[in-house]
């Protein structure tokens, strides 16, 4: 977000943020683009560190003591606050974390798998199959999405195959990723926030959720369950390019209208006719 950026001057923060709500709209058009979005009390924005780095070297991890762990009211999932010998950051918390726990971080590539330990992070090509992981980089890189961010899910290593291991999501879908992308141990926490209600429709307009339409939309019989084969393994190697910058123009009365540039002639001129009388 420009505002965040502003504020933060593009550095990470561990301090709490008052950033601007967009109301569900586009920051450059402004045109709604999320519906049932706006208003409510206003929350506390905490920049999260998904992407833990830690030394390369075998045997040498980088430590960090777990201060605090609290409920976020921009996200799903309990967040922790951790201090290390490089500063304090936030981090998603995992199922049984809490204050005072020592929680490693290893960045080596080790041949040989590695049995992982909660809360810890290390490269996804470290870790043997069948280990439960969450805040997954889709490429080895600091400024790469994540997987698996929402709370109670995680995802699991299926095997590895040469540069690359395969990892199943929570949606079953499996991808296959780069071995030097790291990943948390464990599952995220506050698993049973689905079956917490918010008590009253006041409650959501509190959280920022505006009420839908009233009508009754009948079901008919197109709604159905469809099951499908799953698709096949998709592998990221690449990152995506950066989309194009926002391109904005402005139009004249003129250039609008129908009698402008090529149609204010007829539509047979460009084809090779003319206008001219043709004798008898």
């Keep these: 977000m420009a505002d965040m950026e502003e504020k933060t001057g593009g550095r990470y923060t561990h301090k709490p943020l008052r950033i601007n709500r967009l109301g569900g709209r586009d920051p450059e058009t402004g045109r709604k683009v999320n519906q049932h979005i706006g208003g409510g009390v206003k929350f506390d924005y905490f920049m999260i560190d998904f992407h833990r780095r830690g030394p390369t070297a075998q045997g040498a991890t980088y430590d960090e003591r777990v201060l605090e762990v609290r409920r976020d009211a921009n996200r799903t999932c309990h967040i922790a606050l951790c201090a290390g010998m490089q500063g304090k950051r936030w981090i998603l918390a995992t199922e049984n974390m809490k204050a005072g726990d020592i929680i490693s971080t290893s960045g080596y590539l080790s041949e040989n798998p590695v049995i992982g330990v909660e809360g810890n992070a290390y490269p996804i090509g470290s870790l043997a199959a069948g280990t439960v992981i969450n805040s997954i980089e889709r490429y080895p890189t600091m400024d790469s999405e994540t997987f698996v961010k929402a709370a109670g899910t995680s995802a699991t290593i299926v095997r590895h195959q040469g540069d690359y291991t395969v990892i199943k999501l929570p949606h079953k879908h499996e991808f296959s990723l780069h071995r030097e992308c790291m990943a948390t141990v464990g599952r995220l ?3 049973d926030i689905d079956s917490k209600i918010f008590g009253s429709a006041q409650m959501h307009r509190r959280f920022g959720y ?28 690449t990152p995506p390019q950066a989309p194009p910058p926002f391109q904005r123009f402005t139009l004249t009365k003129t250039d609008l209208s129908g009698l402008h540039g090529h149609a204010k002639v007829h539509n047979l001129i460009p084809s090779g006719y003319s206008t001219r009388d043709y004798p008898e």
């Design 189 to 191: 926490s506050h698993a």
């Design 210 to 237: 505006k009420m839908s339409s009233g009508l009754f939309h009948k079901k008919d019989g197109y709604f159905g369950r469809k099951v499908r084969a799953l698709p096949p393994v998709r592998q990221l190697d």
